[in-house]
């Protein structure tokens, strides 16, 4: 051979140390099997041995049957090069399988969705919306996935993703979130995690997706000294001498990359000391033979992995001498085989050859490798070569054609859906126009034109202040007398950018662009900016005007999808301020007339939005059944559901909300946490509302530990955003609410004040201000009973100050439909029943009999008629027990036990323990007792239990009383005469069966039953 010292090996046949690691993927990988879904991220820094790792248990799983697909991400995704390691994944799986069964096992059995990705699937689909194609090609994906996993597990491996590019990481995110429909497959990543820098695109990412259950997180740490000199022992072949292996480990601090680099060949470690894993590596290289090692420098300006026949026409050599020029580097293990070509072992090889390039030469080499592209564009994988060639003009540092490589490279991520690449690509085109004297010329389109573009990629990539930047520049070059439409359509993506961003001056955007363009310039345009100006509140009758004249438009041009836009709109206004409408009434009319219209075009955007808008009106009506099942069908039918995978959260808050009004907790909780890990970015607003959903749920079932995390998250999400009625009130009341059973009245009614100052409540949809105001009127009651019982004045005053800041807004607020009828009606009731409290105090129970309190009865009874009807378990459960209250303080004993009696199921049923435990607890004091079937499955609220309140014996009362006042083990075994040993089991078992994980929460819990009033004792 040409290099007898290449003789020694340069890696380890077997995989050294990682047991812990293998194991945890091999768990992963069971668990897969047993049909759960699974993702492991693994991170570690550069050369430790995550792709070893990850090989050495891709080949144990494909000996378990699995069916293993690989692809990485490549340095050249942050040039715009999108869905790097799915093209990959798919060229192989075309490569093996043919594109016929490829395409079989899509919906529709056509690969025109994943041809954007591979060109050799055929014919893309072109054209389209952009955010839709991009839906569709994220399932198409999903369902390839699904329908492989089917017959055999799959490992998906997704390798060196700090590289991804943005398409890359919105598609993993969408597999992993949606990986509980695909059973059967393992998702592995990996990643340097040494190379995220804090504002690491990849970082925020890992954040959202280690919060899903079935996410997890390896870091992969250097060798141990031990591993260190086994690792030696397996590349040499023999033990190496102590003093070997005690240098080795020092200098090489446990790197396996190091190591191999260290004993890179006659088994000695290299006597000079490198500087750096760099010069290390480029050792390996300089013992090679001259005309090999230049073919490596060639190689490392091609990239990851180079074809041989473009090596060759680069590197100039004839086909005989590039491979005899080759085979050293390969024997060596610098280069490996690949495909039909090579590449380098390590990245950090090419990279480290790539660095040491002459400056001269480096342009060279890139500038021959467009040039042997644009030459023969099969040289590279087919659809690669305009982003090939943009990537070598760029970096070889000529700005025409650069520019020119962008442009075109723009245009071919255009096709692929890849709108960030596309930005970023076209981004770089106006980077170098003016070093480029006649680049309008080259690339047959002005600065405008590019420049418009660039909008319309920021428009679909999401990048907003980007869009308003270039959308200024783009208006700064037209004349709107001479170009009125383009320069209205710029006016309209600037406004909706700066809405989205939360900025006020969008409305002006608008009303200058409706200027430029009459109706006998442009209808559609004129279209264009009429529905975008009638989505500006809150001018409701400017908006009807803007909205009408666009559907008249519309209809004259025959534009459904606009007509059907327009109804959609119109249907809002036309639904009272109360933002809620009956079934069959007018505005649910123009809805289903918008639904047929978009029905006949498949605009599959406007039927989504129909769901939306018909279960939210239905919904704001108390008409639960009917909201819950719109939103349900709309996310039913197969196509619709392309597009609401990426955009249908706002239809999983609407079915979440309705199922939650009608008691089915459990089918809401799901449907929230299911939303929450399919959509990772339905964007702040939605996401808030799931996660209050959620704690809604938890709360209601006295989990305050989830609750509070719950609610924590959708006070985060919404913290930077604007005000809105719909997303920020439903969070106050669960914070009201929240505060009420964790901290007690006092905490309520803080929190109660604080929305009060925030928020311009009486100003509000009624709709979203009635809840927060009961939820502000629970505190007040609950603090007055407290200051009645305590005899605290303060805490009076406190109550009655929120009490008449909630009346001025109560007497505000309009009241439309049953729904807020039932809610202006337990207002009223509330608001009669804090009267009676504070002119009872500080006898707070009020127990004299009188008109005044008959009447009270009346009006609790009647809010609970109007819950009854609406079929709100909950909200009835709660009327009945305040009705119970007061029947008690009337002395009506037997008023007090028939709706007690009707209460208890109610919360039973809904699992809701801490409303249980309080009409328990009611019953108790009044020594009412309920039949077993209404408390029977009331566990800790259970009254008649034997062994006492909460099943806790009368010796752990005792201690959760010492508890609930904040005393330590050691006092509490002061005060009862025991050990502080003892003292602790006892509180272990109090926890345990009041299921709390802490003192405080123990407290909370007792606080909220009312468990130590000393009404509770008499
Ligand atoms: N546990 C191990 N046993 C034997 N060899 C190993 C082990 N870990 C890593 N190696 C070897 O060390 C070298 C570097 O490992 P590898 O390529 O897996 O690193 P990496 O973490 O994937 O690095 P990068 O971030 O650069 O992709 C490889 O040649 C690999 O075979
Ligand atoms: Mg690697």
């Given at each position: 051979m040409l290099?007898?010292?290449?003789?020694g090996?340069a890696s380890?046949?077997?995989?050294v140390?990682?047991v812990?690691?293998m194991?945890?993927?091999?768990a992963a990988?069971v668990?897969?099997?047993q049909?759960?879904p699974?993702?492991?991220l693994l991170?570690?820094?550069?050369?430790?041995?995550?792709?070893r790792l990850?090989?050495?248990f891709?080949?144990?799983?494909?000996?378990a049957?699995?069916?293993?697909?690989?692809?990485?991400?490549?340095?050249?995704?942050t040039?715009?090069l999108?869905f790097?390691?799915?093209t990959?994944?798919?060229?192989?799986?075309?490569?093996?399988m043919?594109a016929?069964a490829?395409?079989?096992m899509?919906p529709?059995r056509t690969?025109?969705?994943?041809a954007r990705?591979l060109?050799e699937l055929g014919?893309p689909d072109?054209?389209?919306?952009?955010?839709?194609?991009r839906?569709?090609?994220f399932?198409e994906?999903?369902r390839?996935l699904?329908h492989?996993?089917r017959?055999?597990?799959v490992?998906l491996v997704?390798?060196?993703?700090h590289?991804?590019?943005?398409?890359?990481?919105?598609?993993?995110?969408?597999?992993i979130?949606?990986?509980?429909?695909?059973?059967?497959?393992?998702?592995v990543?990996t990643?340097?995690?040494?190379?995220l820098?804090?504002t690491?695109?990849?970082r925020p990412l890992l954040?959202s997706l280690?919060?899903?259950?079935?996410v997890e997180?390896?870091?992969l740490?250097?060798?141990?000294?031990?591993?260190?000199?086994?690792?030696?022992?397996?590349?040499l072949g023999?033990e190496?001498?102590?003093e070997?292996?005690?240098?080795l480990y020092?200098?090489?601090e446990?790197n396996?990359l190091?190591i191999e680099?260290?004993?890179?060949?006659?088994g000695?470690l290299?006597?000079?000391?490198?500087?750096?894993l760099?010069?290390l590596?480029?050792e390996?290289v300089?013992?090679?033979?001259?005309?090999?090692?230049e073919?490596?420098?060639?190689?490392?300006a091609?990239g990851?992995a180079?074809g041989?026949a473009l090596l060759?026409?680069?590197?100039?050599?004839?086909d005989?001498a590039l491979?005899r020029?080759?085979?050293p580097a390969?024997?060596?293990?610098?280069?490996?085989?690949?495909?039909?070509g090579?590449?380098?072992r390590?990245?950090?090889?090419?990279?480290?050859?790539?660095e040491?390039?002459?400056p001269?030469e480096?342009g060279?080499l890139h500038?021959r490798?467009?040039?042997?592209?644009?030459a023969?564009?099969t040289?590279?994988?087919?659809?690669r070569a305009?982003?090939?060639?943009?990537h070598?003009?760029?970096?070889?540092h000529?700005?025409?054609?650069a520019?020119?490589?962008a442009?075109?490279a723009a245009?071919q991520?255009?096709r692929?859906?890849a709108a960030a690449e596309?930005l970023?690509?076209?981004?770089?085109?106006l980077e170098?126009w003016d070093?480029v004297?006649?680049?309008?010329?080259r690339i047959?389109a002005d600065?405008?034109?590019?420049?418009?573009?660039a909008?319309?990629a920021a428009?679909d990539?999401g990048?907003y202040?980007?869009?308003v930047?270039l959308?200024t520049s783009?208006l700064?070059?037209?004349?709107?007398?001479?170009?009125?439409v383009?320069?209205?359509?710029?006016?309209?993506?600037?406004s909706?950018?700066?809405k989205?961003l939360?900025?006020?001056?969008?409305v002006?955007?608008?009303?200058?662009?409706?200027?430029y363009?009459?109706?006998d310039?442009?209808?559609?345009?004129r279209?264009?900016?009429?529905?975008?100006?009638?989505?500006c509140?809150?001018k409701i009758?400017?908006?009807r005007?803007?909205?009408?004249?666009a559907?008249a438009?519309a209809r004259q041009?025959?534009d459904e999808a606009s007509e059907?836009?327009a109804l959609?709109?119109l249907?809002?206004?036309?639904?009272?301020?109360?933002?809620?409408?009956?079934s069959g009434s007018?505005?649910l009319?123009?809805v289903?007339?918008a639904?047929?219209l978009?029905?006949?075009?498949?605009?599959?955007?406007?039927?989504l939005r129909?769901a939306?808008?018909?279960?939210h009106?239905?919904?704001g009506a108390g008409e639960?059944?009917l909201?819950?099942?719109a939103?349900r069908r709309?996310?039913?039918?197969?196509e619709v559901?392309?597009?609401?995978?990426t955009s249908?959260?706002?239809?999983?808050?609407?079915r979440?909300e309705?199922?939650?009004?009608l008691?089915?907790?459990?089918e809401?909780e799901?449907t929230?946490t299911a939303?929450?890990?399919?959509?990772?970015?339905?964007g702040p607003?939605n996401?808030a509302?799931?996660?209050?959903?959620?704690g809604?749920?938890?709360l209601?079932?006295?989990d305050?530990?989830a609750?509070?995390?719950s609610?924590?998250?959708?006070?985060?999400?919404l913290?930077?955003?604007?005000?809105?009625d719909?997303?920020?009130?439903?969070?106050?009341?669960?914070?009201?609410l929240?505060?009420l059973a964790k901290?007690g009245?006092a905490?309520a009614?803080?929190a109660?004040?604080?929305?009060?100052?925030?928020?311009?409540?009486?100003?509000?949809?009624p709709r979203y201000?009635?809840?927060v105001v009961i939820a502000?009127?629970?505190?007040?009651l609950?603090?007055?009973?407290?200051?009645g019982?305590s005899?605290?004045e303060r805490?009076?005053?406190?109550s009655?100050?929120?009490a008449?800041?909630?009346?001025?807004?109560?007497e505000?607020?309009?009241?439309?439909?049953?729904?807020?009828r039932?809610?202006a009606l337990t207002?009223?009731?509330?608001d009669?029943?804090?009267a009676?409290?504070?002119?009872a105090f500080?006898?707070g129970?009020?127990?004299?009999?009188?008109?005044?309190?008959?009447?009270?009865?009346?009006?609790?009874d009647?809010?609970a008629?109007?819950?009854?009807?609406?079929g709100?378990?909950y909200?009835?459960?709660?009327?009945l027990?305040h009705?119970?209250?007061?029947a008690l303080?009337c002395?009506?004993r037997?008023g007090?036990?028939?709706?007690?009696?009707?209460?208890?199921p109610?919360?039973a049923?809904?699992?809701?323990?801490p409303l249980a435990g309080?009409?328990?607890?009611?019953?108790?004091?009044?020594r009412?007792r309920l039949?077993?079937?209404?408390g029977s499955?009331?566990?800790?609220?259970?009254a008649?239990?034997?062994?006492g309140?909460l099943?806790?014996?009368?010796?752990?009362?005792?201690?959760?009383?010492?508890?609930?006042?904040?005393?330590?083990n050691r006092?509490?075994a002061?005060e009862?005469?025991?050990?502080?040993?003892t003292?602790?089991?006892?509180v272990?078992?109090i926890l345990?069966?009041l299921g709390v994980s802490?003192?405080?929460e123990?407290a909370?819990r007792a606080?909220?039953?009312?468990?130590?009033?000393?009404?509770?004792?008499?």
């Amino acid at each position: 051979m040409l290099i007898p010292e290449m003789s020694g090996r340069a890696s380890s046949p077997v995989l050294v140390g990682r047991v812990e690691q293998m194991a945890a993927l091999e768990a992963a990988f069971v668990s897969v099997r047993q049909g759960g879904p699974s993702a492991v991220l693994l991170g570690g820094e550069a050369g430790v041995g995550k792709s070893r790792l990850v090989s050495d248990f891709s080949r144990t799983a494909a000996s378990a049957g699995a069916r293993v697909l690989t692809g990485g991400c490549l340095e050249l995704g942050t040039d715009g090069l999108p869905f790097a390691p799915f093209t990959a994944v798919l060229r192989d799986l075309v490569h093996e399988m043919g594109a016929d069964a490829v395409a079989s096992m899509l919906p529709g059995r056509t690969t025109r969705g994943l041809a954007r990705l591979l060109p050799e699937l055929g014919e893309p689909d072109t054209g389209g919306d952009p955010a839709e194609a991009r839906a569709r090609l994220f399932e198409e994906v999903l369902r390839a996935l699904e329908h492989l996993s089917r017959h055999s597990p799959v490992v998906l491996v997704i390798e060196d993703a700090h590289w991804a590019d943005r398409s890359s990481r919105d598609l993993l995110t969408f597999l992993i979130g949606n990986q509980r429909s695909l059973s059967g497959l393992l998702i592995v990543v990996t990643f340097r995690s040494d190379e995220l820098h804090r504002t690491h695109p990849l970082r925020p990412l890992l954040a959202s997706l280690d919060r899903i259950a079935w996410v997890e997180r390896i870091e992969l740490p250097r060798l141990t000294r031990q591993d260190t000199r086994e690792l030696a022992v397996r590349i040499l072949g023999r033990e190496p001498a102590e003093e070997l292996a005690e240098a080795l480990y020092h200098r090489s601090e446990g790197n396996p990359l190091f190591i191999e680099a260290l004993l890179c060949c006659d088994g000695e470690l290299s006597p000079e000391l490198p500087e750096s894993l760099r010069d290390l590596l480029l050792e390996s290289v300089r013992r090679l033979p001259e005309d090999t090692q230049e073919v490596l420098r060639v190689a490392s300006a091609g990239g990851e992995a180079t074809g041989h026949a473009l090596l060759a026409e680069v590197s100039g050599l004839d086909d005989a001498a590039l491979t005899r020029a080759v085979r050293p580097a390969v024997i060596a293990n610098v280069l490996h085989p690949r495909g039909d070509g090579y590449a380098f072992r390590h990245e950090l090889i090419r990279e480290a050859v790539h660095e040491d390039l002459l400056p001269g030469e480096h342009g060279r080499l890139h500038s021959r490798f467009a040039e042997a592209i644009d030459a023969d564009p099969t040289l590279v994988p087919p659809g690669r070569a305009a982003i090939e060639m943009a990537h070598h003009w760029h970096s070889a540092h000529d700005s025409a054609w650069a520019l020119i490589g962008a442009w075109r490279a723009a245009a071919q991520a255009g096709r692929a859906v890849a709108a960030a690449e596309r930005l970023s690509l076209l981004a770089r085109v106006l980077e170098l126009w003016d070093q480029v004297p006649d680049a309008a010329e080259r690339i047959d389109a002005d600065h405008v034109r590019v420049t418009e573009e660039a909008v319309s990629a920021a428009h679909d990539a999401g990048e907003y202040e980007r869009g308003v930047a270039l959308a200024t520049s783009a208006l700064r070059e037209l004349d709107p007398a001479a170009d009125p439409v383009r320069v209205a359509h710029l006016l309209v993506r600037r406004s909706e950018f700066k809405k989205k961003l939360g900025r006020k001056d969008y409305v002006e955007e608008l009303e200058e662009a409706l200027v430029y363009v009459p109706a006998d310039v442009s209808a559609a345009s004129r279209i264009e900016v009429l529905l975008a100006l009638a989505h500006c509140p809150p001018k409701i009758t400017v908006e009807r005007s803007y909205v009408e004249e666009a559907m008249a438009l519309a209809r004259q041009a025959g534009d459904e999808a606009s007509e059907a836009e327009a109804l959609l709109t119109l249907a809002f206004f036309s639904a009272d301020p109360g933002q809620q409408a009956a079934s069959g009434s007018g505005p649910l009319e123009l809805v289903a007339q918008a639904r047929d219209l978009a029905g006949h075009r498949g605009g599959q955007s406007v039927l989504l939005r129909a769901a939306v808008a018909e279960s939210h009106l239905l919904e704001g009506a108390g008409e639960h059944e009917l909201a819950a099942e719109a939103a349900r069908r709309g996310t039913e039918g197969a196509e619709v559901q392309v597009v609401s995978r990426t955009s249908g959260s706002v239809l999983a808050v609407n079915r979440a909300e309705s199922l939650l009004a009608l008691g089915r907790w459990d089918e809401a909780e799901a449907t929230a946490t299911a939303a929450m890990d399919r959509f990772l970015a339905p964007g702040p607003m939605n996401r808030a509302l799931l996660h209050v959903m959620a704690g809604s749920v938890q709360l209601g079932r006295g989990d305050l530990t989830a609750a509070g995390r719950s609610m924590m998250t959708a006070r985060d999400a919404l913290r930077s955003v604007r005000y809105e009625d719909q997303h920020q009130l439903p969070l106050a009341r669960l914070e009201i609410l929240y505060a009420l059973a964790k901290g007690g009245p006092a905490a309520a009614l803080a929190a109660t004040s604080q929305t009060l100052d925030r928020f311009e409540l009486g100003g509000s949809s009624p709709r979203y201000s009635w809840p927060v105001v009961i939820a502000g009127a629970s505190a007040v009651l609950a603090g007055l009973r407290l200051a009645g019982l305590s005899h605290d004045e303060r805490l009076r005053d406190d109550s009655a100050g929120i009490a008449d800041r909630l009346h001025t807004v109560a007497e505000k607020l309009e009241t439309f439909g049953p729904l807020q009828r039932a809610l202006a009606l337990t207002y009223a009731a509330a608001d009669a029943d804090t009267a009676r409290l504070i002119a009872a105090f500080p006898d707070g129970s009020g127990s004299s009999a009188s008109d005044e309190t008959a009447g009270l009865l009346a009006a609790w009874d009647e809010a609970a008629v109007a819950w009854d009807g609406l079929g709100e378990p909950y909200s009835l459960g709660e009327t009945l027990l305040h009705a119970a209250e007061v029947a008690l303080a009337c002395g009506d004993r037997d008023g007090a036990a028939s709706r007690l009696e009707r209460a208890a199921p109610l919360a039973a049923a809904l699992g809701a323990q801490p409303l249980a435990g309080q009409i328990a607890l009611l019953a108790r004091r009044a020594r009412i007792r309920l039949s077993a079937s209404a408390g029977s499955e009331v566990a800790p609220g259970d009254a008649g239990a034997d062994d006492g309140e909460l099943g806790l014996t009368e010796r752990e009362l005792e201690v959760l009383r010492l508890v609930a006042e904040g005393r330590s083990n050691r006092e509490i075994a002061g005060e009862l005469f025991i050990s502080p040993k003892t003292a602790s089991v006892h509180v272990s078992n109090i926890l345990s069966k009041l299921g709390v994980s802490n003192r405080g929460e123990a407290a909370a819990r007792a606080r909220s039953l009312r468990l130590f009033d000393p009404t509770s004792t008499a």
